[in-house]
């Protein structure tokens, strides 16, 4: 028999006691979390030989603790069960770099750096200066080879959140990655500076749809809103600086629930067999 006790508790950490609280929301069933072994190191390394860059400490000691995560819930409103919320990071071989690299559709069409020049083309002819242009790329993600981009989490489909290595030229030190969101615009948004913060406001937002775009111009669709009034109200009172279309702005101190721990992203042994 497997030894299950252990990995309870460490998933019971991991999710700040996230999936008590759904069980006790009304409304929410089904509440599923895909439980995985951790990621081997020979397999870390291999990545990272891979592709020439080192993951960010607390994104190791995440995949080196469960390779990847995935819990979802779903919702009971109006007489239909929604399935509604979904929380995801990608497991180490889901990690792809989404620019950079040729595929073998890059020669019957366009590819992502054909956007990238494009809109770079376009916003410097809408420019009355070209430096001011120049100094915003710079601190924003490109499709170009230096760049790399890779998938945290495809949002079904709806945007991609990504680990964005950014490319500072000369630097001697290359800054460490930050994780941004690609709507289906190509459009970045800037989420937060590493990815335990990231995984805190994944965990604030219990995975309800679209969340990331609460700090977007767009963001949340009327339905998003509503399932947002229904499930987690306290959510829309904390309201997202939309002057520079950022959620790193809230004070995530002074968030309700779910403080993390960055710590809880330590090495777990795998589970062994009695």
Request: with cysteine.
């Amino acid at each position: 028999m497997v030894d299950i006790t252990c990995q309870d508790a460490f998933y019971e950490n991991l999710t700040l006691g996230l999936i008590k609280l759904l069980t006790q929301t009304p409304g929410v069933q089904d509440v599923r979390l895909d439980k995985r072994t951790p990621c081997e190191r020979l397999l870390l390394s291999s990545w990272e030989q891979r592709h020439c860059c080192a993951l960010p400490d607390d994104l190791r000691q995440f995949y080196l603790s469960t390779d990847g995560y995935q819990l979802t819930w779903n919702y009971q409103h109006a007489g239909q069960v929604i399935p509604l919320g979904n929380m995801r990071v990608n497991a180490i071989t889901e990690l792809r770099r989404l620019a950079g690299v040729k595929s073998l559709g890059d020669a019957d069409g366009p590819t992502l750096l054909d956007v990238e020049i494009c809109s770079t083309a376009g916003a410097a002819s809408a420019s009355a200066t070209g430096a001011v242009v120049a100094a915003s790329a710079a601190e924003r993600p490109n499709f170009g080879v230096k760049c790399k981009i890779f998938e945290l989490d495809p949002c079904q489909g709806m945007a991609k959140v990504c680990l964005v290595y950014l490319d500072k030229g000369l630097e001697p030190r290359r800054p460490e990655p930050r994780i941004w969101l690609l709507d289906r615009c190509f459009e970045w948004h800037f989420l937060a500076p590493d990815f335990t913060t990231y995984f805190r406001m994944m965990l604030v937002h219990q995975g309800l749809p679209l969340w990331q775009f609460r700090g977007t111009p767009m963001g949340l669709t009327p339905w998003a809103e509503q399932m947002f009034t229904l499930v987690a109200p306290h959510l829309l009172l904390v309201q997202p600086d939309t002057s520079v279309h950022t959620l790193h702005s809230i004070e995530w101190s002074e968030a309700p629930y779910n403080h993390l721990d960055p710590t809880i992203f330590k090495t777990r042994s795998k589970v062994k067999k009695k």
